[in-house]
RNA sequence: GGUGGGUUACCCGAGUGGCCAAAGGGGGCAGACUGUAAAUCUGCUGGCUCAGCCUUCGGAGGUUCGAAUCCUCCACCCACCA
């Protein structure tokens, strides 16, 4: 049985240290009926969950079963305050009102995959803003600067030149202190979270607390299939996003990258993933058959069965059929118009100059016919216009 | 406080008086090929009814026939030394 649990909660993980840590926490389950804490993290800055969010919280819906009690962590103590490190963007600290909003949003999102009544959903704020200057300098003595430039990517800049803010090396400090309030048994947190989640490790240890283990999981790849899954590179499946766009942009993922997020993100079994997987392999099975079929069990965990298979015959109808959506928007006009004016009041295009280009490029169809001419101008009628592969809009002329 | 370096288009980054709407790469877009795959190939990637014109190289002035490039001031960023 415990042994069962520990395969199942390790099943996909990146790294598990302290295992005989969670292995006692388990026995205790099965043994006592204990419940243990497993803690994670989250900025409150982004209320859109996307998949790559999914991958920790699929983790802990598994670990719930298991009678981990999830302190769900709302970080929103640095970000009332803000990071002004930023290295490219400018973070501007957040008030308390967008922060509950966010957590609201989060609560809305999350128990879609977490169960509520085994999930306390905290605020670091609470303990953190009453921590004081002396607080922090305490906890700052506990770590050392060695310490902090061991972690690689402060290591880096510090060789490179590039500069780190003192407020970055808090930043851990803190997150290790929430274990310790929290007196998590374990966290668990993304690839990239590794040394801070060892110094909860570190700090509980200076505090003569048990030290919690730490489970990290990898990043979830985005859908370029290289950078890391993120709201900034825009390669994102955002949990809320409807049902069309989410099929359309999982079946858009590489082949390669699709197994990538069978493992992560399915909540089927190892041994039927590597039977498809050996299927596709030896060539029974075609590999898009194998992706919609992830599409879908992804687009019905978060829509439901109807709207995934509504999702799928649209795609197929637009996509594999080359036919047109069954909805656009319409735009009406009572005078001929040139198409330069009517496409930019239709966002088919940003600007006239585009427009020359995509007509260059062969990319722009009235009624399926190519364009050639720049100057043309739409008579009476209703005309179904078409730039790129999937920007599209009906225009009505006449009354 | 001192010294030095930097600020270029979506991002990185070349450019140090005209040939610069600005190299190269990334990203993005379009077309071909497909499974709207991926990979690959080709083209495009400031605006304007475009052989031309207009606005852009941190900001404001100035020198010059001509400035991203030279000068002055200002703002911001970084490193090193204290």
């Not at 605020?123 to 305490?138: P, V």
Request: with cysteine; glycine share 8%.
């Amino acid at each position: 049985m415990v042994q069962e649990a520990l395969r199942e909660i390790k099943r996909g993980s990146g790294e598990l240290i302290d295992e005989a840590r969670l292995l006692d926490r388990l026995k205790g389950w099965f043994e006592r009926g204990e419940h243990w804490t497993l803690k994670a993290g989250f900025d409150p800055t982004a209320p859109d969950l996307h998949l790559g969010h999914t991958v920790l919280l699929s983790k802990l819906a598994i670990a719930q079963r298991y009678g981990a009690r999830i302190q769900f962590l709302i970080g929103d103590f640095t970000a009332t305050i803000g990071d002004p490190t930023g290295k490219n963007e400018t973070r501007k600290p957040l008030t308390r009102d967008e922060v509950l909003l966010n957590a609201k949003t989060y609560e809305e999102q999350v128990f879609k995959i977490l169960d509520p009544a085994k999930t306390d959903l905290v605020f670091n704020s609470h303990w953190l803003k009453d921590l004081g200057a002396g607080g922090i300098i305490a906890l700052a003595s506990l770590s050392s600067v060695a310490r902090m430039l061991e972690r690689d990517d402060f290591e880096k800049r510090y060789r490179n030149q590039t500069p780190i803010a003192i407020s970055e090396f808090l930043y851990p400090l803190l997150q290790g202190y929430d274990s310790v309030h929290l007196k998590s048994d374990m966290e668990l947190g993304g690839n990239d979270q590794k040394f801070n989640l060892l110094m909860g490790r570190q700090l509980q240890g200076a505090y003569n607390q048990p030290r919690q283990a730490v489970m990290t999981m990898p990043l979830l790849e985005g859908l370029d299939g290289v950078q890391k899954m993120s709201k900034s590179l825009n390669n994102y499946v955002g949990v809320t996003e409807a049902p069309e766009e989410m099929y359309g942009k999982i079946l858009s993922i590489s082949d390669e990258q699709m197994w990538r997020w069978y493992e992560l993100l399915s909540f089927r079994t190892l041994e039927e993933i590597s039977a498809l997987k050996s299927g596709v392999a030896s060539a029974e099975v075609h590999p898009k058959k194998a992706k919609e079929s992830l599409a879908l069990e992804l687009v019905t965990r978060y829509h439901g069965e109807a709207a995934a298979q509504a999702a799928q015959a649209h795609f197929e109808r637009v996509h594999t059929q080359k036919a047109l959506p069954d909805e656009m928007p319409t735009f009406h006009f009572g005078e001929p118009i040139w198409i330069g004016k009517a496409f930019l009041e239709a966002k088919l295009i940003n600007s006239t100059s585009e427009l020359r280009r995509m007509i260059d490029q062969k990319g722009v169809r009235i009624d399926s016919k190519v364009i050639e001419d720049f100057k043309t101008e739409l008579q009476e009628g209703e005309f179904v216009c078409q730039v790129g592969k999937r920007r599209f809009a009906r225009i009505r002329i006449g009354a």
